[in-house]
C-alpha cells in the first residue's frame, strides 16, 4: 500500500509539473515575438492561448493608460510663459486627443479579437502611440517628463500587442 501511495504522489506530481509547463509555454508561445519578453508574458498572465493571451495585455494595457489620464492636464503648468494663448490651447489639444486616441484603440482592439478582425487589429495597434503630444511639446521646447515617460511605456505596450497579434499569424 506505501508503494501505491509513493507512486500516486508522483504521478500527481509529475502530472502537476506537466499541467504548469504546459501553461507556462502557453504564455511563452503568445510572447515569443515580443521584443520584452517578461513584460508579455507578466501582462499575458500566463495565458493558455492567444485569445486568452491578447485579451489580457489588452486589458492591462487598458487599466495603465487610464492611471495616466492626468498628464493631459499637467501641461498647461509646464508651458513657456511667452507662448501664445493659442499655442499653448493647441499643444493641449493635441496630448489630450493623443490620450483619448490611445483609449479609444485600445478598447476598439478589444472588439476587433473578440470578432476576429485581425487586420482592423493590427491597423488599430499601430496606432497606439501617445507620439503626437511629446513632438508638439518637444517643437516649443517642452520637456514633461511625465509625458515622455507614458509615450515610452505606450510604445512598449503598443510594440507587445503587435507582436503577440502577429503570434497569431503563427498558429
Do not use: R
Request: hydrophobic residues 45%; proline residues 2%; negative net charge.
Amino acid at each position: 500500500m506505501a508503494f501505491f501511495n509513493i507512486n500516486k504522489s508522483i504521478v500527481v506530481f509529475t502530472f502537476s509539473l506537466l499541467a504548469m509547463s504546459i501553461v507556462l509555454s502557453s504564455a511563452e508561445d503568445v510572447c515569443s515575438l515580443a521584443d520584452d519578453h517578461v513584460l508579455c508574458t507578466q501582462l499575458a498572465k500566463h495565458a493558455n492561448n492567444w485569445k486568452v493571451g491578447i485579451d489580457n495585455i489588452l486589458a492591462s494595457s487598458l487599466v495603465m493608460t487610464k492611471k495616466a489620464e492626468s498628464i493631459p492636464s499637467l501641461i498647461d503648468a509646464h508651458m513657456p510663459t511667452q507662448l501664445q494663448p493659442v499655442s499653448k490651447e493647441s499643444i493641449e489639444s493635441t496630448c489630450k486627443e493623443a490620450y483619448d486616441n490611445v483609449i479609444y484603440n485600445l478598447q476598439e482592439s478589444m472588439k476587433f479579437v473578440k470578432n476576429g478582425d485581425f487586420g482592423s487589429l493590427k491597423t488599430y495597434l499601430s496606432a497606439v502611440s501617445f507620439s503626437d503630444c511629446t513632438d508638439a511639446l518637444g517643437e516649443f521646447g517642452v520637456d514633461l517628463v511625465e509625458a515622455n515617460q507614458f509615450s515610452t511605456e505606450i510604445n512598449k505596450l503598443a510594440s507587445t500587442l503587435l507582436a503577440v497579434a502577429d503570434e497569431k499569424k503563427q498558429h
